[in-house]
């Protein structure tokens, strides 16, 4: 499709059903990709290098989305703190499915 019809000349493909990313004709081709609209979490975190552990955690705020670049086949999951310094987690969606099950067998541990 052109611009005319809504896209830009380079999307030739559907956006995902959770694709909130405006595309636009004039992005870098390294901004062609499809991101969903962030999950933000509220989270305690840390760099986890002190003793005890808990004397090196803050109050931070995570973002959480999906991403997929334009005619790849990998989604990836990206969790992010949105304050600097913003550590990065990036995962595929099958490696964050195995970390769900991993963090709920933990919490399951917990309670």
Known sequence: MTMAEGRPSWLD?????????????EDHPDDHYHQSEATV???VAGPGDTIPLT????ATTLGVRVGRHVGDDLTWLV????EAPRPRLV???ESAGALH????????AVH
Not at 13 to 25: G, L
Not at 55 to 58: D, F, G, H, R
Request: proline share 6%; glycine share 0%; hydrophobic share 45%.
């Open 41 to 43: 979490v509220p989270a």
């Open 101 to 108: 099950r991993a963090l709920e067998a933990q919490l399951a």
């Open 55 to 58: 004397a090196s955690l803050t």
């Open 13 to 25: 493909e559907s956006c995902p059903a959770w694709c909130t990313r405006e595309h636009r004709e």
């Open 91 to 93: 995962l595929t969606a």
């Open 79 to 82: 969790v992010e703190a949105l």
